[in-house]
């Protein structure tokens, strides 16, 4: 088991790191860090977290945090964190805790300088500075004890780090050490050995006067600052630069300095140290920092370094993760840690010569010639480094020629490259492709930003701010810069201020962090046409598509590099192949903000002709579903003629990437939901009104024998709310929403609907169209119980079905008129109207109204006592339907068998049957047949002294 101080509090239980967030669990982990491993009494740890004045429940807080504590580590039985009888004792040889490692390394290292073997000491001695991930306890120690130690463990370090330096400058690497000294310096300004150190390095690198400098720079400092001089010793090894004095290094290696015209006798590489701190506040990411550190296993017989390349979308903490794994596994490379910025989103991209320049310089120093040609350098590189084990980082890479220049020429050395690119140019690479982070991640750096206790406080305002961030690192930061920047402001305010789509890239800037300029540069290196297809896309309102909307958007049948143009980009990820076997492609949240407005931009004439060649595309593809399907009766009856409709549309789906038609059907409608319906929305908000009808009174039918019924009454109603739209196309919107009402069991909203539809139709001098709101209305009288009404009506909607001569439409009507003589009990004359809807259906192959006028004439049966007849014609209505992948009709069959199967007493198999069918009127919302289906369920149930008359009975 190990767990981790030195930086965010972690614990380990042998498979992956766990952070210890709960700030009273990490002070009574701290206080027990602070003892071990030593017991501590259970009133110790009280005193040490909460001081002179607990609450009442300290104690049995602290039982709760020690039992949390055993199980982060894996230690429910209390082997590593043991109750003995002066208190608790945390450690023993189970327990790998980074601060002991780190004491009993540094104390070797030292023993080791002592006794002048200064390179094991260097090892030792930056073996256990690398355990170090930022300041103890993530600079928060929480108790007096960890306080203690936070003091003692940083002494020490600062003791390490002036120690490490002696050591490389005994060992003659002056050169090396001077730029880490400088970064000490800035952090430790006052600490005068480094100072000392500084001159050192600097004289013996041959750089005496920036030495008499730096000791001037010292002097102003302290005076200013401190009011003091520097110390005696200071002061004579000044005298001593001054007089070019100071006795030579304690060990004798190779000269440090050779004559500037002699490449060709530059040394070997020093041991350098070039990875920037990490970010403090770096959190979560075990999976993401699991993969890469394994990715960077290398086989040391190979004859070149092994290369790993983070990819992803702007934002995503590329560079970050990159950082951190390289900091925890630099100890693997002892020569030297390089890290270049390539920047490759910027708008001049760094050269490779100018990247092989500069390594070289870091290696050689400044003062050598170095080759002049390309290939000379790569080459003196390469020699620099054959034998040595060094880990580069080279962050914002735009492609492979940046980068193979700079790769060591052996296995025993590593390369993290971060791109928004994949590079799959990059021979040999291995790939990880970042994306935002997890929820509980995310929660994480906000609270590491904000604070923990302002989470906690409006904790659904915290998680609806990562989401609104879209989970990305980026935009979690700049978020939580200002919440921290605003203390006062509470977090629903940014909230709110986020969920405005309009302005949420406007409110994700702070100082020099901005999400709208990280993205600006991700799109500075593409193509027009890619740029346009990447706005475009922010048209359709989809996180998805299936690849060949990116033809229409671009009116181009030739779409692949475009495509892959925004993969290598990072602005579009794979999504796979879906049920129907197309190709999806998906664009995060926040790039979908960022290209609408982009498209908005380019003007509505633009915007118009992408959005007419999507929805008609779509238009296309349901239309050749809906003739699939002949057999429904709310067909559209004045379709306006659109692209679906026309010999030559202007824009059609490649076939290699459309579905096939056979597979347009149940599994198509499920896939495609979502974008069906933003495209009806797209053609409103475009003012696309024609296309948007279309679309909408195509789909009417499909949603219909697919129980989607909240998408047929939202792209309904959509339409409905545009101006201009023609009288007779409102009226066909509004019979179809009457019955998505009927569906639902909202009679009174139904009828309003189709009476609104049949004035229209009227008006409009359609007898058609009435004829068919008037069947509407006549559903909505039965189910009131006026069946009289209900037949009347059907008989007069039949007559104009049959004048206009519409066999499936004529089927549905007489279908309706012999159900409702079944349910008055009119068993003779529905027998006729019944057998002859049969009959219809077969010889016009309508197999779904055969199947629908079985299912009446089982209820038939049922209704005179033929209870086996009646589950025969049962049983066969329900096998089409299943064929036909109609469930609603399905599950209307299963209460009618449930009701059959009871009046032949199997009541196992009928509750089975109304169970199943109570089941998809649950799924689908139609609460008044699902209830009808639980009451039925109920009688067979609980016997009653008589049968109870159900609802069922009277429909």
């Excluded at 469930?887 to 299963?894: D, K, V």
Aim: aromatic residues 6%; negative net charge.
């Amino acid at each position: 088991m190990r767990m981790r101080v030195l930086g965010p509090v972690e614990v380990s239980d042998g498979r992956s790191w766990a952070p210890v967030s709960a700030a009273r669990c990490r002070a009574v982990l701290g206080t027990l860090v602070a003892h071990a491993p030593q017991a501590v009494s259970v009133d110790g740890i009280v005193h040490d977290v909460w001081g002179s004045t607990p609450p009442a429940s300290a104690s049995a807080q602290t039982y709760t945090h020690v039992r949390k504590i055993r199980l982060l580590l894996g230690d429910p039985k209390g082997a590593i964190l043991r109750l003995t009888d002066s208190g608790y004792s945390l450690g023993g040889g189970r327990l790998d805790v980074d601060a002991g490692c780190f004491e009993a390394g540094v104390t070797d290292g030292r023993r080791a300088f002592e006794a002048g073997h200064f390179e094991a000491s260097l090892d030792l001695l930056e073996t256990s500075l690398a355990r170090w991930r930022g300041e103890p306890f993530d600079g928060c120690p929480p108790g007096e004890r960890a306080v203690e130690l936070t003091h003692r463990l940083t002494n020490l370090r600062l003791t390490a780090i002036e120690d490490s330096f002696q050591a490389r400058l005994n060992l003659g690497r002056h050169r090396g050490v001077v730029a880490d000294l400088e970064e000490q310096i800035a952090e430790h300004p006052f600490r005068e050995p480094l100072w000392r150190q500084l001159l050192i390095a600097l004289y013996r690198s041959g750089r005496a006067g920036e030495a008499l400098q730096q000791y001037d720079r010292l002097r102003r400092t302290l005076a200013d600052e401190l009011g003091a001089d520097p110390s005696p010793a200071t002061r004579t090894l000044h005298e001593q630069i001054l007089h070019e004095s100071l006795p030579p290094a304690e060990t004798a290696p190779p000269p440090d300095s050779v004559h500037p015209s002699t490449p060709s006798m530059l040394p070997a590489p020093p041991s350098l140290r070039q990875l920037p701190p990490g970010l403090p506040d770096f959190c979560g990411r075990q999976t993401e920092v699991a993969d890469l550190t394994g990715l960077l296993d290398g086989d040391a017989e190979r004859d070149q370094a092994t290369v790993v390349v983070v990819h992803g979308a702007p934002g995503t903490g590329k560079s970050s993760l990159a950082l951190h794994v390289a900091r925890a596994v630099r100890e693997r490379y002892p020569d030297a840690h390089f890290r270049l910025d390539l920047a490759g989103t910027s708008s001049d991209p760094r050269k490779p010569g100018e990247l092989l320049t500069t390594m070289l310089q870091s290696i050689t120093g400044f003062g050598h010639i170095l080759p002049t040609s390309h290939d000379d350098r790569a080459a003196l590189l390469h020699s620099l480094l054959a034998e040595r084990s060094v880990l580069l980082l080279l962050d914002d890479a735009t492609d492979a020629g940046q980068v193979l220049p700079l790769l060591p020429p052996n296995g025993r050395s590593a390369v993290v490259v971060t791109s928004r690119r994949m590079l799959p140019e990059l021979p040999g690479a291995r790939r990880l492709q970042l994306d935002g982070l997890t929820s509980s991640d995310a929660l994480q750096l906000l609270a590491r930003i904000v604070g923990q206790d302002r989470i906690d406080d409006e904790l659904d305002d915290a998680r609806a701010i990562v989401r609104l961030c879209g989970f990305l690192p980026l935009s979690i930061r700049i978020a939580g810069a200002k919440l921290l920047s605003r203390p006062s402001w509470p977090l629903m305010r940014l909230r709110k201020r986020l969920e405005d789509e309009t302005r949420r890239l406007s409110e994700l800037s702070i100082g020099d962090l901005d999400v709208r300029a990280s993205l600006d540069l991700s799109l500075r290196s593409l193509s027009d046409d890619a740029v346009t297809a990447f706005d475009l896309f922010g048209l359709l309102g989809l996180s998805e598509a299936p690849i060949w909307l990116f033809g229409a958007l671009l009116n181009t049948a030739d779409y692949d590099d475009v495509v892959d143009e925004l993969i290598d980009a990072g602005l579009l990820q794979q999504a796979g192949i879906d049920a129907v076997g197309q190709l999806r492609y998906r664009m995060h949240d926040l790039l979908r903000d960022y290209a609408r407005q982009r498209a908005q931009q380019r003007g509505p004439e633009i915007c118009r002709g992408a959005a007419a060649r999507v929805v008609h595309s779509w238009t296309l593809l349901a239309d050749t579903l809906r003739r699939s399907r002949p057999h429904n009766f709310f067909d559209p009856l004045d379709r306006p003629r659109s692209a679906a409709m026309d010999p030559l549309p202007p824009w059609v789906p490649r076939d290699e990437d459309r579905p096939d038609d056979s597979a347009l059907g149940a599994v198509w409608i499920a896939t495609e939901r979502r974008s069906l319906l933003e495209a009806v929305r797209l053609a409103c908000r475009e003012g696309l009104v024609r296309e948007g009808y279309g679309l909408a009174a195509v789909l009417g039918p499909l949603y219909d024998e697919y129980a989607v019924y909240e998408d047929w009454r939202a792209t309904h109603l959509a339409v409905l709310a545009c101006p201009d739209l023609a009288p007779s196309w409102a009226a066909t919107l509004q019979r179809g929403l009457g019955q998505v009402h009927i569906y639902k069991g909202d009679i009174d909203t139904a009828g309003e609907y189709l009476t609104r539809a049949l004035r229209t139709f009227q008006d409009d001098g359609n007898p058609v169209g009435a004829a068919l709101a008037n069947a509407g209305l006549a559903t909505v009288a039965r189910c009131r119980g006026g069946y009289r009404e209900a037949e009347n009506l059907l008989r007069d909607a039949l007559a104009v079905i049959r004048s206009a001569g519409d066999p499936p439409k004529e089927l549905v009507l007489c279908n309706g008129i012999g159900r409702l003589l079944v349910l008055q009990g009119r068993t003779d004359e529905a027998r006729p109207w019944l057998e002859d809807t049969i009959a219809l259906a077969r010889r016009t192959a309508d197999a779904h109204r055969e199947a629908v006028a079985l299912r009446d004439a089982g209820a038939l049966e049922l209704a005179e006592g033929n209870a086996d007849l009646a589950r025969r014609w049962l049983e066969d209505a329900a096998q089409t339907f299943w064929q036909l992948h109609d469930e609603r009709c399905g599950a209307a069959t299963l209460l009618q068998m449930g009701l059959v199967l009871a009046a032949l007493a199997d009541q196992e198999r009928a509750i089975a049957s109304l169970t199943e069918a109570a089941e998809f009127y649950h799924r689908h919302g139609l609460w008044d047949d699902e209830q009808r289906s639980l009451s039925l369920i109920a009688d067979l149930r609980v016997p009653a002294d008589g049968p109870r008359r159900s609802r069922a009975d009277e429909d």
